[in-house]
């Protein structure tokens, strides 16, 4: 009887696991490039790119940008390199206002952190998390209009850019 529920428990288990997976490879996203974070002449940790399709643009795709640090960094310091990198790239204030809850999430980081940015376009999620903890999440039309930070036409760095985004 254990031998018959157990197969029953398998077979239920890898027909759920059938059902999910076309919406599993659709959330799948490809490494599509990677580059040092630096500030002024210090790498202070490495940025990474994912999308679902490398070859098109990013704006308009599930994408997420992993950040992973080697220095310690206080919160004050994403904070204001995010708004100043939004008005940089965004020139209208409301819209710049619209990324403030996600902007004030913010924590700082020690080596070895990791703060991961996700958006989900079907939904409009910016989502971040830090060392894989929700830190919370914007739902706005606009969401993804804060890769601009560094994707934009005025990004953190023009050629971690060009290494993202080959």
Not at 2 to 23: E, H
Not at 27 to 46: E, R, T, Y
Not at 103 to 122: E, I, M, Q
Request: charged share 10%; hydrophobic share 40%.
């Amino acid at each position: 009887m254990g031998t018959a529920f157990q197969k029953v428990g398998i077979s239920t288990a890898l027909l759920i696991a059938c059902g999910f997976s076309p919406w599993v490879r659709a959330q799948s996203l490809n490494a599509c490039g990677q580059g040092p974070l630096m500030v002024g002449q210090k790498q202070v940790g490495v940025a990474s790119y994912f999308a679902q399709n490398c070859n098109q643009p990013w704006q308009g795709q599930n994408m997420q940008m992993d950040f992973t640090y080697t220095q310690n960094i206080p919160e004050w310091a994403f904070k204001r390199a995010a708004r100043h990198l939004l008005q940089r790239n965004i020139k209208d204030q409301k819209i710049q206002a619209v990324f403030n809850p996600i902007t004030d999430l913010y924590r700082p980081v020690r080596s070895g952190d990791l703060y991961s940015l996700k958006y989900n376009h079907a939904t409009q999620t910016l989502s971040l998390s830090l060392n894989q903890q929700n830190l919370g999440q914007l739902q706005h039309p606009l969401a993804q209009q804060y890769f601009n930070i560094w994707l934009g036409p005025q990004p953190f760095s023009a050629k971690l850019k060009q290494q993202l985004i080959k």
